[in-house]
């Protein structure tokens, strides 16, 4: 777990903290990843709990700025389960930050997200999370503990979570946005097999026989 500090006092400071128990408003700069002293608060400090500083005040931060649709708001369940995965969004992508993914150094595009919320209107809908040529759809009702951990024992998937889905689907963004650069593809699939098979019927084959970790660097 990473600790911070307060930029007031210096007491130590958590990636969630909107301020400090000496009383001091904090923002989190995740280019520099550190708190400074409250300014430029994204428009969603208030309703989604975001402490990202952002360009101005009242602008929405990096973090925020990549979300496209957000769930439907009218079902009580929503909000909660959207603040949950803000939350994770904001988490996985402070780690890539540093690593100087969609920094303003990186030339290349952010993903874009569609929050979707299997309640929505007056039915439940499907919501299939998955990537396609830079959009991310994420089911934000996994953020419900009782029907994450009735998957995770369905699916046999013990360590599925919300910061999970979303370190998965930014990874098939950047395999998108790294397959775009000359080479990259073969030296890919040599090391890691072809990612053209069909995917369908990879997934049901592993479901219907998991395999242990080998050296194929893919974990069952």
């Given at each position: 777990m990473?600790?911070?500090a ?40 208030q ?17 925020c700025?990549m ?14 389960y959207?603040?949950a ?10 780690g890539l930050?540093r ?6 150094d ?7 997200f ?36 009735d ?70």
């Amino acid at each position: 777990m990473q600790i911070f500090a307060c930029p007031a006092c210096a007491r130590p400071l958590y990636f969630h903290n909107q301020g400090c128990v000496c009383g001091a408003g904090v923002t989190f700069d995740p280019l520099a990843q550190v708190f400074v002293p409250l300014s430029h608060a994204c428009r969603n400090r208030q309703r989604l709990g975001c402490n990202w500083q952002a360009p101005v005040d009242g602008a929405p931060c990096l973090s925020c700025a990549m979300t496209r649709t957000i769930p439907d708001l009218r079902m009580p369940q929503n909000p909660g389960y959207w603040v949950a995965t803000e939350l994770a969004k904001r988490w996985v992508l402070a780690g890539l930050i540093r690593l100087g993914w969609f920094g303003p150094d990186d030339p290349g595009p952010a993903p874009i997200f569609d929050m979707i919320a299997e309640e929505s209107g007056v039915q439940l809908v499907m919501v299939s999370m998955g990537h396609d040529a830079g959009v991310i759809i994420i089911n934000v009702s996994e953020a419900d503990p009782a029907r994450l951990a009735d998957r995770q024992s369905r699916f046999g998937e013990l360590h599925r979570s919300m910061i999970g889905h979303m370190r998965h689907e930014i990874a098939h963004f950047l395999h998108w946005r790294l397959m775009q650069d000359q080479g990259f593809a073969d030296s890919f699939r040599a090391l890691f097999g072809d990612e053209r098979a069909d995917y369908a019927a990879a997934i049901q084959a592993h479901y219907a026989h998991p395999t242990p970790s080998d050296a194929s660097h893919i974990t069952s």
